[in-house]
């Protein structure tokens, strides 16, 4: 039988933990089973979830209640009984269960067959390496900052000043909605001229991901369009309009872009120790399966920064083998120049190093900026301090006395 297998974590008396699990196992499935007539038990033995493992901590009782503890376990749910869909799925494993009480989705284990039926990134790491021409260090992302109410000559010159500096990829912020300032197509066709005139005067080729919005109906066609433009990659805040339109986006043969997927709103949904569903599963393994080509998440560091056990599994479930191409992790919020060798250290080569303010902060703007980071780059993969390397790169020095670093 094929199944796939959830894993949840929740509280319960340990008396009554191992009842609690077959009741979600049956709730979820067929509704009950002792009761049922053998003939009934028979026909019905292929659509019943059944309980995999339970694991009790009596060392970790509940905040408020102490009768009870943190149980942990596994339920595997027959392919059978839904559609092979991200959507369908979720409902089945924890649709009318996300409602009733403390209880935390933790991850979700697609057996071959399953996994087969999602495409996973068009690109992959590999793929936006190609595209790239990066294949020996970590590829350097910014951000435009500020642009709301600005113009595109506003935008045209942000973008080019990180072009300037050597950043591989800037992307739109994902706050920048299609406006009368800054229409989405004119971001693509001005952006792309920018980007071809800096790639003629230094060499280097930046990538532009221009954020993908509107109604979830009009999403394909637009990204068609963005294609037509010229467009090099799409950003999309996955968590607001759904993994079912990503992988739709990224299955369309017409599209063919790189997706970045944004975790905008998936703070509703992971920052909570109890209840909803946890960044693993939610900025991981769901993000891949549906296809995005790389997977931004808070980074260890910053301000809004996820625990280094967290952004771990995530990283682990985006690049672990499998079927699927991985994704490229994307650590993001509060990196600066002087984090890029616990970046690299945290992350390794196959990561993409993200900042905003670390960039535009820089006292010689986005430029020094981005030249900051790619001087931090090249230093700790030459085995250098950056305190060294700051010797002889004024904007890397100057970063340094900013935000600190060694």
Same mark, same amino acid.
């Given at each position: 039988?094929?199944?796939?297998?959830?894993?949840?974590?929740?509280?319960?008396?340990?008396?009554?933990?191992?009842?609690?699990?077959?009741?979600?196992?049956?709730?979820?499935?067929?509704?009950?089973?002792?009761?049922?007539?053998?003939?009934? $038990?028979?026909?019905?033995?292929?659509?019943?979830?059944?309980?995999?493992?339970?694991?009790?901590?009596?060392? $970790?009782?509940?905040?408020?209640?102490?009768?009870?503890?943190?149980?942990?376990?596994? #339920?595997?749910?027959?392919?059978?009984?839904?559609?092979?869909?991200?959507?369908?799925?979720?409902?089945?494993?924890?649709?009318?269960?996300?409602?009733?009480?403390?209880?935390?989705?933790?991850?979700?284990?697609?057996?071959?067959?399953?996994l087969?039926a999602?495409?996973?990134?068009?690109?992959?790491?590999?793929?936006?390496?190609?595209?790239?021409?990066?294949?020996?260090?970590?590829?350097?992302?910014?951000?435009?900052?500020?642009?709301?109410?600005?113009?595109?000559?506003?935008?045209?010159?942000?973008?080019?000043?990180?072009?300037?500096?050597?950043?591989? #990829?800037?992307?739109?912020?994902?706050?920048?909605?299609?406006?009368?300032?800054?229409?989405f197509?004119?971001?693509?066709?001005?952006?792309?001229? #920018?980007?071809?005139?800096?790639?003629?005067?230094?060499?280097? !080729?930046?990538?532009?991901?221009?954020?993908?919005?509107?109604?979830t109906?009009? @999403? !394909?066609?637009?990204?068609?369009?963005?294609?037509?433009?010229?467009?090099?990659?799409?950003?999309?805040?996955?968590?607001?309009?759904?993994?079912?339109?990503?992988?739709s986006?990224?299955?369309?043969?017409?599209i063919?872009?790189?997706?970045?997927?944004?975790?905008?709103?998936?703070?509703?949904?992971?920052?909570?120790?109890?209840?909803?569903?946890?960044?693993?599963?939610a @900025?991981?393994?769901?993000?891949?399966?549906?296809?995005?080509?790389?997977?931004?998440?808070?980074?260890?560091?910053?301000?809004?920064?996820?625990?280094k $056990?967290?952004?771990?599994?995530?990283? $682990?479930?985006?690049?672990?083998?499998?079927?699927?191409?991985?994704?490229?992790?994307?650590?993001?919020?509060?990196?600066?120049?002087?984090?890029?060798?616990?970046?690299?250290?945290?992350?390794?080569?196959?990561?993409?190093?993200?900042?905003?303010?670390?960039?535009?902060?820089?006292p010689?703007?986005?430029?020094?900026?981005?030249?900051?980071?790619?001087?931090?780059?090249?230093?700790?993969?030459?085995?250098?301090?950056?305190?060294?390397?700051?010797?002889?790169?004024?904007?890397?020095?100057?970063?340094l #006395?900013?935000?600190?670093?060694?």
């Open positions: 039988m094929t199944t796939i297998t959830a894993d949840y974590t929740s509280y319960s008396t340990p008396q009554q933990a191992a009842r609690y699990a077959e009741n979600i196992a049956l709730g979820l499935t067929i509704g009950t089973w002792t009761n049922l007539p053998t003939l009934d $038990q028979q026909q019905l033995q292929q659509h019943k979830g059944e309980v995999k493992s339970l694991e009790i901590f009596d060392e $970790q009782p509940h905040p408020y209640d102490k009768n009870k503890a943190k149980i942990q376990f596994s #339920i595997s749910y027959p392919t059978v009984n839904f559609s092979p869909d991200i959507p369908a799925i979720l409902t089945t494993v924890f649709g009318k269960l996300s409602l009733d009480g403390e209880i935390k989705l933790q991850d979700l284990h697609f057996g071959a067959s399953l087969r999602f495409p996973g990134p068009r690109f992959g790491i590999e793929g936006i390496r190609d595209l790239t021409q990066v294949y020996n260090r970590p590829l350097l992302m910014s951000i435009f900052k500020t642009v709301i109410g600005r113009d595109l000559p506003y935008l045209a010159t942000q973008l080019r000043a990180q072009a300037e500096g050597g950043v591989d #990829i800037v992307k739109d912020d994902e706050i920048l909605f299609d406006n009368p300032l800054t229409p197509s004119k971001r693509i066709t001005e952006g792309k001229k #920018i980007l071809q005139e800096t790639y003629e005067q230094t060499g280097h !080729r930046t990538r532009y991901a221009v954020n993908l919005t509107g109604r109906f009009d @999403l !394909r066609d637009k990204a068609r369009l963005a294609k037509s433009l010229g467009a090099d990659a799409l950003l999309l805040n996955v968590h607001t309009y759904g993994y079912d339109v990503l992988q986006l990224v299955e369309d043969d017409d063919a872009l790189p997706i970045l997927a944004h975790p905008a709103l998936s703070g509703a949904f992971i920052s909570a120790e109890r209840v909803g569903i946890s960044a693993q599963l @900025l991981g393994t769901l993000t891949r399966i549906a296809g995005a080509d790389l997977s931004l998440f808070p980074s260890p560091y910053g301000n809004v920064a996820l625990a $056990q967290t952004t771990d599994a995530i990283a $682990q479930a985006l690049t672990a083998k499998n079927s699927l191409k991985a994704t490229f992790p994307v650590p993001s919020a509060g990196i600066h120049p002087g984090l890029v060798p616990q970046l690299i250290a945290d992350f390794g080569m196959d990561c993409v190093i993200n900042a905003g303010g670390g960039i535009h902060g820089h010689n703007g986005a430029v020094g900026g981005a030249l900051a980071f790619r001087q931090a780059i090249d230093a700790t993969l030459q085995g250098l301090t950056l305190t060294e390397a700051a010797s002889q790169h004024r904007d890397l020095q100057q970063a #006395i900013l935000w600190g670093g060694q």
